[in-house]
């Protein structure tokens, strides 16, 4: 179940979801605003504030008591974009993985562990989405959590942002979260996606993630080989009208982009 718009909502013991209402094609129902706190803590920690111009969104998330940090899960617009108006109502420093998005706080590090809200968060670098793409590893009395930002959504697959992300950041980023997330006693870790809805376990659906990317590769493999080109040749958006024929055309450029990084990574290998 997803949540309504506004309506602030339990996922974990230690961790709750509000939903901006900002939908799309790219964004699904909309981006998702976490708030973590161990049970009966004073303090909370926010992820990703949202898209600009939200107001009633920012206000609902400032309404949580007790904010000491912020946390961007990656650069895009509509995860940064109220990272300023959020910052006015409140005291709490905003960390990033990029210094741009830093508001009175350092650049994340990987596998840097943050202590705060009764929690234990763990900063784990997984670009490919994007270049500074980052999950949260969140722990609490033996239950675990994974914050995946756009790396691995709710529903549906991401897209590869072909200015700083890259197909092979992508695939090694996925078997991180697949080693990540195991743990010793054998519980699951939930999936918290930045768009759509949560699941109860992160390592069944970053295996399919995996599988859907290498049978996209092995598609545009084929597509090339049926338009007699090269990877160092083709053009994106005839590689797309092959292989994502049955994709409504309105995501087209969205898979332009994914395939632009197959086709580099097809260049590379």
């Not at 973590?36 to 990703?48: F, I, M, S, T, Y």
């Not at 562990?113 to 900063?123: D, K, S, Y």
């Not at 997984?126 to 930002?149: I, K, M, N």
Request: with cysteine; aromatic share 4%; hydrophobic share 40%.
């Amino acid at each position: 179940m997803h949540p309504a718009y506004g309506v602030l909502r339990e996922v974990t013991p230690f961790a709750s979801v509000l939903l901006c209402k900002n939908p799309g094609s790219m964004t699904l129902e909309g981006t998702n605003t976490y708030i973590l706190r161990a049970p009966g803590n004073r303090e909370c920690v926010v992820v990703d504030p949202g898209p600009k111009k939200h107001k009633a969104h920012v206000k609902r998330i400032a309404e949580q008591s007790g904010i000491v940090l912020t946390l961007i899960t990656h650069r895009h617009f509509d995860h940064t974009g109220a990272i300023d108006a959020l910052a006015k109502r409140t005291s709490a420093p905003t960390r990033a993985r990029l210094s741009a998005h830093c508001r009175d706080g350092k650049p994340l590090a990987d596998r840097e562990v943050i202590e705060v809200a009764g929690l234990r968060i763990t900063v784990l670098l997984t670009p490919g989405h994007s270049g500074d793409s980052v999950s949260f590893l969140v722990e609490w009395q033996g239950q675990r959590a994974l914050l995946t930002g756009d790396t691995i959504l709710g529903r549906g697959t991401t897209v590869i942002d072909p200015s700083d992300g890259t197909l092979r950041d992508y695939l090694n980023s996925l078997n991180r979260i697949i080693v990540e997330s195991e743990n010793g006693d054998g519980a699951p870790t939930a999936l918290l996606p930045a768009h759509g809805p949560d699941h109860p376990d992160v390592i069944p659906v970053a295996r399919f993630y995996k599988q859907h990317r290498e049978e996209r590769i092995d598609q545009v493999r084929a597509a090339l080989d049926d338009l007699g080109i090269s990877a160092k040749k083709a053009k994106p958006m005839k590689v797309v009208r092959k292989v994502y024929a049955d994709v409504d055309k309105k995501l087209w450029p969205a898979a332009r982009m994914s395939v632009k990084a197959q086709l580099e990574y097809l260049r590379s290998a």
